[in-house]
C-alpha cells in the first residue's frame, strides 16, 4: 500500500508537505524525510494519537540501518531524538508495554526519553510504575539525567495527602541540585504542595521564588482560593495587580472563585469590570465563574442576565445557574430552565440532574421527581453517586421514605454523601433507630462523619427523645472526630433537651457555650418554652431574642402562644396589642397540596386562590 495515500486517508491534520511524500524512497533505502522531518511527523501522530501512521513509520525506522545501527554509537546519538520522539508515540497512544520495550532496546539515551516514559506511565495513571522509573532513573544514574522537566513530571502528579511525603521528597531534590530558583520548578512546587494540603510549604515557596511570572502568581492564587483561603487568595490577587506581571483568564478564574466562597459582591463586580476591559468575558470558563459568583453572592439577577446574554453555552454554565437558582430559593425558576432544555434537545448530563433535585422540597411536585427519575433511567445515570443522592434527598423530602431507602439500596458505589442523605432522611421522618444503624453500618463501612452526619444525628435524637444518646453525639464529634460544633448543632441540643422538657437544663446548655447565643438558639428555646407552657424560662428566651433582632414577631407569637397554655386571656390580649403596636405581622402560614401534577399553595380559608372550590370539595372529601 502506498504510505502516501494513507497519510490522506487517515488524518487531514498532517501538515501538507508531507502528503506528497513518502517515508523512504522506494528504489533505495534512503528516507527523503529529513531527522527533523520525522521528529515532527511523529510528534504530530503522537498527540492526535494517530498510531497507524507513527507505527509503519517505525516500521520503516527498523529496516533502515542509517537510523539503528549498533557498530556506529555515533549515528545513535544523532538519531537519539527520532528515538524519543517515538517514545512519544507510543506513551501518548497508550502502547505502554511497547513503550517499556522499546525504551529498553534504545541504543542511546538521555533525560529525555528517562522523562518521556515516566510522564507516559504517569499520564495513562500507572503511577507505581513511572515512580519506579524516576526511582531507577536517579538511583543508578543520579545528577547526570535529572533535571527540571524531570522534577515537573514527578511533581505534576503529586495530588493528596499521601503523596506530601513525595513532594517533600522531591523538594529536598531541587535544593540539593540548585534548582530552587527555577520559575518552573517553584510553580509545580507550589502547586504540588496545595493538592496535598502542604499549605505552609506552599506559601514559603511562593515566599522565596524571586522570578515570578504568571503561573506563579496563579498558582498561588488558585491553590489559596481552592483550599478555601479565600481571603488570602483575593489578597494575593491585589498584590499581583499593583506589580508587572498581568493576570491570565485562569488568574481571574481563580479571583472569582474567591469571591463565590467569600460572597464577596463588590469584590466580584470589580473583576467582572476587569475581565470585561480586556474582552476575557466571552470566555465560557469565566461566564460559568462570573455566573456562580453572582450565584453564590444571592444576585441571581445578574447571573440569569450572563446565562441568557452568553453566545455559547454548555453542560457546566447550565449546571450553575440551576444550583444557583435552587441556593436561593427560586425553585420555579429552576424547573422552568430544566423543562427548557429539555424541550430544546440540549445534552443533559449528570451534573445537571444533580442541581435540579436539589430544588426539592415538601412544596414541590412529586410527580415531577418521577419524572426527573425517568430520565435518569433513560440516560443511564443511576450508578452516578450525586445523581443517587439527589434521589435520596429527593423523595426523602417528599415524604416518599421507602423510595428513598430504594433508590440507596440500588446504588452500587455509596460515598460519605449518600450515608448523610440516607441518615437525614430517617431523621426527617422520625425514625431513629433506623438513623443510629445507618450510622454504625456507616462506620463499619469505614467512612468517618462529618459535622452533618452529626447533625442528622442530632436531629433524629431530638425528635424520639433520646437525650443521652444525643448528648453522647455531641461529646464524640468533639473529641473523638475532632469536628467542632457549629450553631446548628448547639441549635439541635437546645431543641432536644426543650421537647423532652428539660427546659432550665437547655437554658443552662446555652449561657454555658463559649460563643455569644445567636437568634436560632434563643428561638429554639422560645418554641420548647411555647410547647410546655414554660412561663418563667419563656419570658427570659423571649427578652433575649427581641435583643438580638428587635424587628422580629416571633417572641410576641410565642409568648401569645405561651399566655393562652395558662389561660392568661388578658396577658395574651396585651401581647397581641403591642405587637401591632409596633406594626410586625406575623407570617401567614402557607399548606400545599398537589393536584393533577401541579402543586397548591394556599392559606387557612383561603378565597383568593383560583383552585378553591376544587379545594373546599377536596376538603369536604377528606372529612
Known sequence: MNPAWVFRKTSSKIPSWLFSLTCSHPSSSRFILNQEQLCRLLSICGRQTNFKIGSSVHSSLIKNPQFYN?????????????????????????????????????PVIDSVSWNTIISGFFKNGFFKVGFN?????????????????????????????????????????????????????????ITAYFCCGCFCFGRQVFVEISNRNVITWTAMISGL????FFEDSLKVFVEMRKGIVSPNALTY?????????LHALREGCQIHGLVLKLGMNLDLHIESALMDMY???????????????????????????????????????????????????IKIDPNMVSAILGVFGGDTSLAFGKQIQSIVVKKGFGSNPYVGNGL????????????????????TYKNLVSWNSMIAAFARHGK?????????????????????????????????????????????????????????????????????????????FIEALPIKPDVQLW?????????????????????????????????????????????????????????????????????????????????????????????????????
Open 70 to 106: 549498533l557498530d556506529k554509537p555515533i549515528d545513535n546519538q544523532d538519531n537519539l531524538p527520532i528515538w524519543n520522539s517515538l517514545l512519544f508515540l507510543y506513551s501518548k497512544c497508550g502502547y505502554l508495554t511497547d513503550a517499556s520495550k522499546l525504551f529498553d532496546e534504545m
Open 133 to 189: 522509573y524516576f526511582k531507577l532513573m536517579y538511583g543508578s544514574l543520579g545528577v547526570y539525567w535529572l533535571d527540571r522537566g524531570t522534577i515537573t513530571t514527578v511533581l505534576s502528579v503529586c495530588e493528596g495527602w499521601e503523596l506530601s511525603d513525595v513532594s517533600k521528597m522531591i523538594h529536598t531534590l531541587v535544593i540539593v541540585h540548585g534548582f530552587e530558583q527555577e520559575t518552573t520548578v517553584a510553580n509545580a512546587l
Open 225 to 228: 482560593a481552592q483550599n478555601q
Open 253 to 261: 478564574l481563580s479571583s472569582l472563585l474567591a469571591c463565590s466562597g
Open 295 to 345: 450565584s453564590k453572592c444571592s444576585s441571581m439577577q445578574d447571573a440569569w442576565q450572563i446565562f441568557e446574554s452568553a453566545q455559547v453555552l454548555d453542560e457546566v454554565s447550565m449546571t450553575v445557574i440551576l444550583a444557583g437558582f435552587a441556593q436561593n430559593g427560586c425553585e420555579e425558576e429552576a424547573i422552568q430552565v430544566f423543562v427548557r432544555i429539555v424541550k430544546e434537545g
Open 392 to 411: 435520596i434527598n429527593m423523595y426523602s423530602k417528599c415524604g416518599e421514605l421507602e423510595e428513598s431507602i430504594k433508590v440507596f439500596e440500588s446504588m
Open 432 to 508: 431513629a433507630s433506623k438513623a443510629l444503624q445507618s450510622y454504625e453500618e456507616m462506620r463499619q463501612e469505614g467512612i468517618k462523619p462529618t459535622d452533618i452526619t452529626f447533625l442528622s444525628l442530632l436531629h433524629a435524637c431530638s425528635h424520639v427523645g433520646l437525650v443521652t444518646k444525643g448528648m453522647e453525639f455531641l461529646e464524640s464529634m468533639k473529641n473523638e472526630y475532632g469536628i467542632s460544633p457549629r450553631k446548628e448543632h448547639h441549635a439541635c441540643i437546645v431543641d432536644m433537651l426543650g421537647r423532652a422538657g428539660l427546659l432550665i437544663e437547655a437554658r443552662r
Open 523 to 623: 428561638q429554639a428555646l422560645l418554641g420548647a418554652c411555647s410547647f410546655h407552657g414554660n412561663l418563667e424560662v419563656g419570658k427570659y428566651a423571649a427578652a433575649q431574642l427581641s435583643v438580638e433582632e428587635p424587628d422580629s414577631p416571633v417572641p410576641f407569637i410565642l409568648m401569645a402562644n405561651i399566655y393562652s397554655f395558662k389561660g392568661r386571656w388578658k396577658d395574651r390580649a396585651e401581647t397581641i396589642r403591642r405587637m401591632k403596636k409596633v406594626r410586625m405581622a406575623k407570617d401567614t402560614g402557607m399548606s400545599c397540596i398537589e393536584v393533577e401534577k401541579q402543586v397548591h399553595k394556599f392559606a387557612v380559608d383561603d378565597r383568593i386562590h383560583s383552585q378553591t372550590e376544587v379545594l373546599a370539595n377536596l376538603s369536604e372529601h377528606l372529612q
